[in-house]
């Protein structure tokens, strides 16, 4: 099985670690070409996420991504990505262009200066006592009917699944810990 993992910006190499680790083969995507039939789903990993919602625009991926998760395709994003994926955003940067697929509202930067990074344990769905790296991340403010809370941290929602999209705050591929990549291919690629 073939996974995706988008390599414009960001933190990937440590996505496709992970994959690979799980047995998956992950596939760097730089280029609309690269978005093949045979993905099973796709990463959209940390990194800066107006940058590289710029970036998916001009390489001509933003249209054709946003189609194929609407259609059903696998996406898993963090932190970056899960601002990608957010239709709305609280406070957005002035260019912030995203693929608006998933039905949340996100706070940018959300943990103030003094916390923007931190480390915490938590409970993800099913699992107890998950790793999380958290880097400058959002946090979902507001999610709306069929999204799915997986993971709260300070009262704060910071993992959610609608349908065939994931979001983590949270940087699981910064850990040694494989149970939200897990998870993701369990739960949302398997049975897609
Ligand atoms: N703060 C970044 C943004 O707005 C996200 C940080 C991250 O991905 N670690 O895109």
Do not use: W
């Not at 040694?176 to 739960?187: G, I, M, S, T, W």
């Amino acid at each position: 099985m073939k996974i995706g993992v988008l390599a414009v910006q960001g933190a990937f190499i440590e996505h496709a670690k992970m994959l690979t680790d799980l047995g998956v083969e992950p596939v760097e995507i730089r280029q609309l070409n690269d978005l093949t039939e045979d993905l099973s789903g796709i990463i959209l990993p940390g990194g800066e996420s107006t940058v590289m919602g710029k970036l998916l625009g001009e390489l001509g991926m933003q249209e054709p991504l946003k189609k194929k998760i609407q259609e059903g395709f696998p996406v898993f994003g963090t932190c970056a990505g899960l601002i990608l994926l957010a239709d709305q955003i609280e406070n957005p940067t002035k260019k912030q262009s995203n693929l608006k697929t998933m039905h949340i509202t996100v706070r940018r930067n959300a943990y103030g200066r003094q916390l923007g990074s931190f480390y915490a344990t938590a409970d993800f769905a099913d699992e107890k006592d998950v790793p999380m790296t958290f880097i400058r991340a959002p946090y979902i403010s507001q999610a709306a009917d069929g999204v799915e809370i997986l993971s709260q941290v300070d009262g704060k929602i910071v993992a959610a699944r609608e349908g065939n999209q994931l979001v983590t705050a949270f940087h699981p591929e910064l850990t040694d810990d494989l149970r939200v990549h897990q998870y993701f291919l369990e739960n949302i690629v398997r049975k897609a």
